[in-house]
């Protein structure tokens, strides 16, 4: 069931809605931050692509980024 739930929370972060990328992430720190947390070599390496991914959509959310016409 903990798996079901992180690949949901993991294809949330990588979604185009902004909000919902932000509920995932907050979502994610939640699941890591639980002491029965252990994820896998596989887990890892997605966990960290989707976190690489978020930040680089992050830059390009940023206001000053964004042209106004």
């Known amino acids: 069931m903990a798996n079901l739930q992180m690949t949901g929370i993991l294809e949330k972060m990588t979604g185009k809605d902004k909000?919902?990328?932000?509920?995932?992430t907050?979502?994610?720190l939640n699941e890591l931050?639980?002491?029965?947390?252990?994820?896998?070599?596989?887990?890892?390496i997605k966990l960290?692509?989707?976190v690489f991914y978020s930040n680089s959509m992050m830059t390009i959310d940023t206001p000053m980024n964004k042209r106004t016409s």
Not at 19 to 24: F, H, P, T
Not at 33 to 44: G, R, S, T, V
């Open 48 to 50: 960290s692509n989707i």
């Open 33 to 44: 931050n639980k002491e029965d947390f252990k994820a896998d070599a596989d887990l890892k």
């Open 26 to 28: 907050s979502d994610l």
């Open 19 to 24: 909000d919902y990328r932000y509920m995932a």
